[in-house]
């Protein structure tokens, strides 16, 4: 396994961090516990979670990721050997069971990270991410900014001055973003350089075969600025494993329990795209799932790739997809595709 520092940090992650997204709907505490002793025996040391999981979110089951994050901390001891990052929810995906209405205001901050911490069961967090920006941007899926859909914001540079009081109090180790804009990504890093504020040390977005929106005009602020991608979705929800190909709904498939969720994927040319893919990585003697994962570690701009699994066949899948390399022809070949048909999602 290999380690990356983490932008202007001092933390040395794994190239592949191990997400937790479906543990407490899809996963079970036990099986959460499992994937973790399985992963740090593999050399990961990155956990990522979220106050909102798991998915899909609903009020019942709030929280319930982290709590099984925390259960296993305690249980095993080895807090020092884990980068754990969680995210704060922010407003306009509603969620009214989080805070009575996710802000990212000085109260709720600390209210979150307090939250965070009592279920984690540690006294700090080495990475917190806020899970989507405060302000409007487009939805999932979407890609046009529309400037009637503002709403009213609290400034980001009040928003770090609030995180500087968490991670002044040792509370929280180092500040990240999530689904954010490279004018939001911009704007998080001039506050800090104005205001001699935190600086942000990474940036969580989509980033997959179908999805490269990330190259356009992110990845130059991370080569400037040195904010490094933390990559989620590699493999698109799944379809990049090919599973879901010629209208396949797999029995326990995420997508098939909770066809709503993936609507962001539900795009004229992701189907096309996913069986080009999938016969570039038989040509390859690759899983399409390995050639997937080894695309998104080959970026320069990718810190960590977040991988998650519902089940330990699946991890041991994913974790192997490091020691496999694109050879530069396969990459070519995975240009040409993407140029025959270009993001067909994001």
Request: neutral net charge; proline residues 6%.
């Amino acid at each position: 396994m290999r380690y990356n520092k983490l932008g202007s940090s001092e933390l040395q992650v794994s190239e592949l961090c191990l997400g937790t997204m479906t543990w407490g709907e899809q996963n079970s505490e036990a099986e959460g516990h499992q994937q973790l002793d399985y992963a740090l025996s593999r050399g990961i040391n990155f956990v990522d979670a979220g106050e909102m999981y798991p998915v899909p979110p609903r009020a019942e089951t709030q929280g319930r990721t982290e709590a099984i994050v925390g259960s296993w901390l305690k249980k095993n001891g080895k807090r020092d050997h884990v980068i754990v990052a969680t995210k704060i929810a922010s407003p306009g995906r509603g969620f009214a069971w989080v805070r009575g209405g996710p802000l990212i205001n000085r109260a709720q901050i600390q209210q979150a990270v307090d939250s965070s911490l009592r279920r984690l069961q540690t006294d700090y967090i080495d990475l917190f991410q806020i899970h989507w920006p405060e302000r409007y941007v487009p939805g999932f899926g979407k890609i046009m900014y529309d400037p009637s859909q503002e709403r009213p914001l609290e400034p980001i540079e009040e928003q770090l001055a609030a995180f500087a009081e968490v991670i002044q109090a040792g509370k929280v180790r180092y500040l990240g973003v999530s689904n954010e804009t490279p004018w939001g990504l911009c704007e998080w890093i001039k506050q800090a350089q104005l205001r001699s504020l935190p600086k942000i040390v990474s940036v969580q977005n989509a980033y997959n075969l179908i999805n490269r929106v990330y190259e356009m005009g992110l990845s130059e602020i991370t080569r400037r600025e040195d904010v490094p991608l933390l990559a989620y979705s590699p493999l698109g929800f799944g379809h990049l494993t090919g599973k879901y190909l010629h209208g396949a709904k797999p029995e326990g498939a995420r997508l098939t329990r909770f066809p709503a969720f993936g609507q962001r994927y539900a795009k004229v040319n992701v189907e096309a795209a996913v069986a080009r893919y999938a016969e570039l990585a038989a040509s390859l003697d690759l899983a399409p799932a390995t050639m997937a994962l080894a695309f998104v570690r080959s970026k320069w701009f990718v810190a960590a790739t977040i991988i998650g699994a519902t089940n330990l066949d699946q991890l041991k899948q994913n974790i192997d997809s490091a020691a496999v390399t694109l050879e530069p022809q396969a990459s070519a070949a995975i240009d040409a595709i993407h140029e025959d048909l270009p993001n067909p999602t994001v």
